[in-house]
């Protein structure tokens, strides 16, 4: 569910360690997303000049974002001192749904997030419980759904 904010030009909370994307489909539904350091995500929208915001499914802090296709993913993150998250929020522009997801591996922190055609990847990053930094890469095809794993080379 969106809400409008009131305010123009400004988050609706003060937060520090959130991530941004951007997505444009047909040059008419162009729209800004920047989520994390709570559970909120602020949605600027391009043409209209108005704000809005939505809800993560979790609280997180430290957390990737990039958009593909009708798709917005907001992904891993830190969500308390000892643990690092795995979780993924997907928002589809055309339809103002959100889903949730995991990756294949680990949660993590201070990863990386980019998109090439049908592609959003999220790359490394830091997993507090094992206290290492991590080389895999999840990649998810926005058309299918699916979930692919690599490994970034040494």
């Known amino acids: 569910m969106l809400s409008v904010c009131s305010a123009a030009g400004q988050l ?4 520090s360690g959130l991530a941004a994307a ?3 489909i047909g040059g008419t539904n162009q729209k800004v997303f920047f989520g994390g350091g709570s559970n909120r995500v602020d949605i600027y929208d391009i043409n209209t000049g108005i704000w809005s915001t939505a809800n993560l499914s979790q609280a997180r802090y430290w957390l990737a ?3 593909a296709g009708s798709k917005v993913l907001f992904g891993g993150g830190q969500y ?3 643990l690092t998250s795995s979780v993924v929020d997907i928002y589809d522009v055309t339809t103002g749904d959100w889903s949730v997801t995991n990756f294949t591996a680990w949660g993590r922190r201070f990863l990386a997030a980019a998109s090439a ?6 790359a490394g990053g830091y997993s ?3 206290n290492i930094f ?4 999840d990649i998810y095809d926005v058309n299918t759904g699916i979930w692919t794993r690599n490994v970034l080379s040494q």
Request: charged share 20%; proline share 4%.
């Open 22 to 24: 951007a997505i444009s």
């Open 80 to 82: 308390n001192e000892t």
């Open 134 to 137: 991590l080389n895999e890469v």
């Open 117 to 122: 055609g049908n592609k959003i990847l999220f």
């Open 128 to 130: 507090v419980p094992t």
């Open 65 to 67: 974002a990039t958009s």
């Open 12 to 15: 609706s909370e003060a937060r």
